[in-house]
């Protein structure tokens, strides 16, 4: 494997190239548009295609197209694109197609600025669009994780026919760092389901009208069972320290290296700290949670957001069990100093200094 | 409404649109903007509306503002839309007395904002009827995402989405006709135009925009030395060279009837507006000919065409 330097943005272009995506639909909005431009200089060098959509409604929607007919597809944006492109991944998640939607957050609501944020949290983790859905969200924290999480995406994609959503900071989409390149993928899922031309067998269907009271019923169950199955199968976590830690705190994507680091500060100021870092959103590790939170004596919440939205998901995961406090700003990637000074408020107040 | 022009008393007015603003040195979108309101009278009050792109980052990062007038802006694929709403409720409060003077609604908007993702919410804006001008400032590509390729971008034209290498020439396709699809909606004044020499053409055609009642569009060409990839210094020539070799020609739509506008004395060969810019220098390598002779005979067909239509 060759290990070479890379923007975060073009780790995941690389790295979804690498899974066989060779259908890419993109739009222009900062911080994502390098993905665009790395597609639009290599699909055409590999025999795959990039198109410009003329808005990020268009380009969702060419996502549909490109899915329905069974390839490895993807779209890329930020914030206030993927609302524009809810609706789509509306569709998707009823047509139960595959595909992968990168998010490269900037902070809002509103046109907000292109500085960092984890403020698009609720959007991707609850559906974001209309009706009875989830999708995969995964938070990578590194330029390599850019690539191995985007490779990881295409193939949960596959394997529960649902769209999967990246999501990372602007911060990591600007970010360059080592990467190993990882090797091509070569074996892939069948995809019976997928239309592509029902010569010697019979139509396939991909609908998402079910006006019979029964039939939507029928398919929301279906989902929800799917759903059900994605939570027991893809939770994914990473825990440091946290055995016999007093004060945990959770952060994910960029913010968890820098927890990490803010870990290691409290621990030689005497805190006992440790991390929780979810690197799938959805689903995500209540379970995880739940289980250091009968051992910790409090817990922190830090994202790069005013109001505090994974805080909601470390709420119903302790279920009262433990303090939970919050540290976070728009617009900013605080440095572990400015955590650690915040951590000893904290601690302060949980008589744990 | 005919007024005799004369660009010093004109400049004297109190600019509408004052400096200081971010926008980059050579830059077309300033001199447009400037040109448009410019053509207010001076007693008259605007709501200017702008789509999201490098003249709504450059001229009004809250909370300063380069417009001596109101300003809104959403979202950036909705500035008609925006526009129309104001409009409406304008109308609603002078019904009832509930405003004075007169307000005039101006809307800017980029290639981006205007050919492709606000498409939508213009032609609404113009088939409602609200009395509205519609301006794009026409730059042909994504500029302030960092020049990625839109319909108006012209065909070859390098982009970072319709980059020149072994695969790719440039972009493939044509660019899109919006002022002839603006035509289409049989909407009471469009034109054509560019802010070149003394600024008559663009300040006439503004002029006749903003107090023609009813909804009316300008396509006004704005070159970006980021983008085009030319000395900042060379604006204006650039400019020239565009009208001059009929690659933007200058005309108007009154109701419905065509009047060129201006006519060159002689008309150029296409490669002299080709040449001076880095997105088109992949035209001139060897091998390349067809290159220049397919866009001179596009830009020969769509002139022949005006020329026709305008009875010139």
């Not at chain 1, 030689?268 to 004596?297: D, E, F, H, M």
């Not at chain 2, 300003?71 to 409060?93: D, K, Q, R």
Request: with cysteine.
């Amino acid at each position: 494997m060759q290990r070479v330097l890379m923007k975060g943005n073009e780790a995941i272009a690389e790295g979804a190239i690498r899974a066989g995506c060779r259908g890419f639909f993109g739009y222009p909005i900062t911080p994502s548009s390098e993905i665009a431009e790395y597609m639009a200089r290599k699909m055409p060098t590999i025999g795959g295609v990039f198109v410009q959509a003329e808005s990020e409604l268009a380009a969702i929607n060419m996502v549909y197209g490109g899915a329905a007919t069974g390839a490895r597809v993807m779209t890329a944006s930020s914030g206030p694109g993927i609302s524009l492109k809810q609706e789509g991944i509306s569709f998707l998640a009823e047509g139960e197609l595959p595909c992968l939607i990168v998010d490269i957050c900037r902070g809002g609501p509103g046109l907000g600025g292109i500085q960092p944020s984890q403020a698009d949290y609720f959007q991707a983790t609850r559906g974001g669009g209309h009706g009875d859905y989830y999708i995969i969200v995964l938070a990578p924290s590194s330029a390599q994780e850019m690539m191995d999480l985007t490779m990881l995406g295409f193939e949960l994609a596959d394997k529960h026919r649902t769209p999967v959503m990246l999501m990372a900071e602007g911060t990591l989409g600007n970010l360059i760092e080592p990467v190993l390149v990882r090797d091509e993928v070569t074996e892939f899922v069948d995809k019976p389901w997928a239309i592509t031309g029902c010569l010697g067998r019979q139509p396939n269907i991909v609908n998402t009208l079910h006006m019979p009271v029964e039939q939507l019923q029928t398919r929301n169950q279906h989902l929800t069972e799917k759903y059900q199955a994605i939570r027991s199968q893809e939770i994914r976590s990473e825990e440091f320290l946290t055995e016999d830690a007093d004060l945990i705190l959770v952060a994910y994507g960029i913010m968890a290296r820098i927890a990490k680091k803010a870990v290691m500060n409290a621990r030689s100021l005497g805190i006992k700290t440790g991390l929780i870092r979810p690197i799938t959103l959805w689903p995500y590790p209540y379970g995880v949670v739940n289980k250091i939170a009968q051992t910790c004596k409090a817990m922190v919440s830090i994202e790069i957001s005013t109001t505090g939205q994974m805080i909601e998901d470390i709420k119903l995961a302790t279920a009262g069990k433990v303090p939970i406090h919050y540290i976070g700003e728009i617009a900013r990637t605080p440095n572990p100093e400015e955590i650690t000074q915040q951590l000893l408020v904290i601690a302060a107040k949980e008589g744990l200094i | 409404m005919k007024r005799v022009y004369n660009l010093k008393q004109e400049v004297e007015k109190p600019p509408r649109l004052t400096g200081g603003h971010r926008l980059c040195a050579g830059c077309g979108a300033g001199v447009v903007v400037a040109g448009v309101l410019r053509a207010l009278n001076k007693e008259d009050r605007a709501v200017v509306t702008n789509a999201t792109g490098c003249l709504e980052v450059s001229t009004f990062m809250y909370p300063y503002t380069a417009y001596m007038d109101s300003f809104i802006h959403s979202a950036f694929e909705n500035s008609a839309a925006t526009c129309s709403g104001v409009e409406a409720a304008y109308n609603a409060l002078k019904r009832r007395g509930k405003v004075e003077g007169t307000v005039k609604f101006i809307t800017f908007g980029g290639d981006g904002g205007t050919y492709d993702i606000g498409f939508q919410s213009l032609s609404g804006a113009m088939e409602r009827g609200h009395d509205m001008v519609y301006v794009c400032y026409d730059n042909e590509a994504y500029m302030n995402t960092g020049i990625q390729r839109s319909s108006s971008t012209p065909r070859f034209a390098r982009t970072t989405t319709s980059p020149v290498g072994a695969k790719n020439q440039g972009k493939k396709q044509e660019k899109k006709d919006l002022t002839d699809i603006m035509v289409a909606h049989n909407i009471p004044y469009v034109a054509q135009t560019a802010p070149l020499g003394n600024f008559k053409d663009l300040h006439t055609k503004a002029y006749k925009a903003i107090y023609t009642e009813g909804p009316c569009f300008m396509n006004v060409l704005s070159p970006c030395p980021r983008g085009w990839d030319y000395p900042m210094a060379k604006l204006a020539e650039i400019i020239k060279l565009a009208v001059d070799t009929c690659v933007w020609p200058l005309f108007e739509v009154e109701e419905g009837v065509w009047h060129l506008s201006y006519m060159p004395k002689r008309k150029l060969p296409v490669e002299d507006f080709l040449r001076p810019q880095g997105r088109f220098r992949h035209m001139f390598e060897q091998g390349n000919e067809w290159m220049i002779e397919a866009a001179q005979a596009y830009v020969d067909q769509r002139w022949e065409r005006l020329l026709e239509r305008s009875g010139a």
